[in-house]
């Protein structure tokens, strides 16, 4: 790894990954809330903006993304070190709970308490997962906001778009994804904002609206090319 | 069973898919047409897995248990730990292109839009088959609690069980 940062010992690093991945119950949600209160809140190891782009980056490439999320953290605080420390932390404690649980889950199943204190954690994983959101969100807005309200409107737009598209249109995650990373080049990079229609080789019908709304604002764009030159 | 096809399945089924969960349908319809798990061994293991704390994705360790004893553990063990190393090769490529005019507006869109989707599954799991307005009160009192960053996480976990307990 070319640049190692003055940051934690890796057995530092994995008595703290040990603890996330132990009580991180409720699965992501709660998992991504530790990461961040360990990591940006508490020590400042990892910026806002890093936690948002390891995120997305960790989201283009197949299996958990939790793990090449934290593999990203690992290798940022301490090389190859670091990226073991921060996979033996978080998977060996709760690799091991999860089988001792498998192994008397026919056990506990049916019994009532064990099912109540379930369906209170689960609305619980929703409210640390909205504010995990709200985290997210701010740095990504902040950015938007520095190049004006109309950056904020369309940068606004994104997200709402997205989530609609993902959660009341059902569209399969990767085509949004996919859709929402077009129309940004498209934004940075189309000289006359009424032109985008054209210019997409690969855009369907069905697309053309999304596109067309984000890309006909014409001062996000103009904003957007000023700050990059 | 042979270990090294038991392997193949499960590691094809990460490679080929994202999230904890996206491997399940290539794991269910190779073990099942292989004779290898059950309907049931899946439904535990899936129970499992919204129990267990860490990532979503340990819901295979279960099923490895289940279907194949301690060797299973390992099997899957290894079969989800490799495909994220991807990554790297990915973030290397995006530090070399990162300050292109393009990639940059790609990064932006795409951030948004992963960022958007979390909001997706804060609302699936709140609107779930069998939460009420008690459920919407916890779901409320864990966002003011972790908004104000100042309880614990285990500790927001744990009154949520509590109300659970009492209420639910």
Request: charged fraction near 10%; glycine fraction near 10%; avoid cysteine.
């Amino acid at each position: 790894m070319k640049e190692e940062i003055a940051g934690p010992t890796a057995w530092k690093l994995l008595g703290i990954w040990a603890l996330i991945g132990a009580q991180s119950f409720g699965g992501g949600p709660t998992t991504l809330q530790s990461i961040r209160r360990e990591m940006t809140l508490k020590r400042g190891w990892i910026t806002e903006m890093e936690f948002v782009h390891f995120w997305t980056l960790s989201s283009l490439v197949p299996g958990i993304n939790m793990l090449s999320f934290a593999i990203q953290i690992g290798r940022k605080l301490a090389g190859w070190r670091g990226i073991a420390a921060t996979l033996i932390g978080l998977l060996l404690p709760s690799t091991l709970i999860t089988v001792a649980i498998t192994a008397g889950f026919s056990a506990v199943q049916n019994w009532p308490p064990f099912q109540a204190m379930l369906r209170g954690i689960l609305p619980a994983a929703a409210g640390l997962m909205f504010v995990t959101f709200l985290q997210m969100t701010r740095p990504l807005l902040r950015e938007s906001r520095r190049q004006g309200w109309a950056s904020l409107g369309v940068s606004l737009g994104f997200i709402g778009v997205t989530a609609a598209m993902i959660g009341l249109l059902r569209w399969p995650v990767w085509l949004a994804l996919l859709l929402a990373m077009l129309s940004g080049v498209l934004l940075v990079t189309l000289p006359l904002p009424g032109r985008s229609q054209l210019q997409n080789p690969t855009a369907l019908p069905s697309q053309k609206p999304v596109l067309e709304s984000l890309s006909e604002r014409p001062s996000p764009v103009e904003q957007q090319r000023q700050d990059i030159s | 069973m042979n270990p090294l096809v038991y392997f193949l399945i499960f590691i094809k089924a990460s490679l080929f898919s994202t999230g904890g969960f996206g491997n399940l349908p290539s794991l269910h319809q190779d073990l099942i047409d292989n004779g290898l798990a059950t309907d049931a061994d899946f439904g535990q293991a899936i129970a499992v897995g919204q129990i267990t704390p860490g990532p979503n994705g340990l819901w295979v360790i279960s099923l490895g248990y289940l279907t194949y004893g301690f060797l299973g553990v390992v099997l899957a063990f290894t079969a989800i730990l490799i495909p994220p190393f991807l990554v790297l090769a990915l973030s290397a490529v995006y530090r070399k292109i990162e300050h292109k005019p393009s990639v940059k507006g790609a990064m932006r869109g795409l951030s948004l839009a992963v960022v958007g989707s979390l909001l997706v599954i804060s609302s699936l799991l709140i609107f779930a088959p069998g939460i009420d307005w008690r459920g919407w009160l916890i779901g409320l009192a864990s966002f003011g609690l972790a908004l104000s960053q100042r309880v614990p996480v285990i500790l927001i976990l744990v009154l949520a069980a509590g109300a659970g307990l009492l209420f639910l």
